[in-house]
């Protein structure tokens, strides 16, 4: 069984920062490719940021300059470093990671279950 706990969200005003956190658990071999997604009521989920485990990244022109994407292979962990916001960034975010479980092969694709962003004066 293989869990993804995201953690950070919360209220803050326009230009405000806020850091988000996502831990891994659970009968892991090992993590692959992490993402961080998002989704604003009435609105299609959208990719924000991917980071591979060799290191390699991706920002959607959006948020590109001002989100930064970063993980921890060791502690199974991926962050999403938030400035600069806007109230366009109001969203659940969701972690998730292309995982693989001990004694497979194949990899799969897990989801946290989101936590709230809300970006307001």
């Known amino acids: 069984q293989v869990q993804l706990v995201e953690s950070g969200g919360g209220l803050v005003q326009p230009g405000g920062s806020l850091r988000l956190s996502c831990a891994a658990s659970g009968n892991i071999f090992v993590v692959y490719g992490m993402r961080w997604h998002r989704q604003a009521p009435g609105k299609q989920r959208e990719l924000v940021a991917a980071?591979?485990?060799?290191?390699?990244?991706n920002y959607q022109d959006s948020v590109k300059s001002r989100f930064t994407i970063s993980k921890d292979n060791a502690k199974r962990m991926v962050y999403l470093q938030m400035n600069s916001l806007k109230p366009e960034d109001t969203a659940v975010y969701y972690c998730?990671?292309?995982?693989?479980?001990?004694?497979?092969?194949?990899?799969?694709?897990?989801w946290g279950q989101g936590t709230q962003v809300t970006v307001s004066s």
């Open positions: 998730n990671a292309d995982i693989v479980r001990i004694g497979t092969m194949k990899s799969f694709e897990y």
């Open positions: 980071i591979t485990r060799g290191g390699s990244t």
